[in-house]
């Protein structure tokens, strides 16, 4: 069983940022990302990042440019930082990991509340 354990989210201004975090325990120590999802009101889960142990980083085209994953492997924490935030990034945002041979077991966290509006 992993606890991944979200925080940061809030209210923020258009062009603002936040910068969310998940605890990941064990996540550097083994060979499955970690990855951010989000899902608007009404509309369905959609990916938005992925940090792999090696380092490697992917994103979503809509945030691209705007947001950066990365990781602090002494607390065992992937970020998430955001920036330049419109309406359009209000969502839950979820962190997910993998375990098994495969990372075909997920776990995610439960969620925390991104809501952008002046």
């Known amino acids: 069983q992993v606890q991944l354990v979200e925080s940061g989210g809030g209210l923020v201004q258009p062009g603002g940022s936040l910068r969310l975090s998940c605890t990941a325990p064990?996540?550097?120590?083994?060979?499955?990302?970690l990855d951010w999802y989000r899902q608007a009101a009404g509309k369905q889960r959609e990916w938005v990042s992925s940090?792999?142990?090696?380092?490697?980083?992917s994103y979503a085209d809509s945030v691209r440019g705007r947001f950066t994953i990365s990781t602090d492997e002494a607390k065992d924490t992937v970020y998430l930082q955001m920036n330049s935030l419109t309406p359009e990034d209000t969502a839950m945002y979820s962190c997910?990991?993998?375990?098994?041979?495969?990372?075909?077991?997920?776990?995610w966290g439960q969620g925390t509340q991104v809501t952008v509006s002046s």
């Open positions: 940090i792999r142990t090696d380092g490697h980083t």
């Open positions: 997910k990991t993998g375990r098994g041979v495969l990372c075909h077991v997920s776990y």
């Open positions: 064990g996540f550097t120590s083994n060979s499955c990302s």
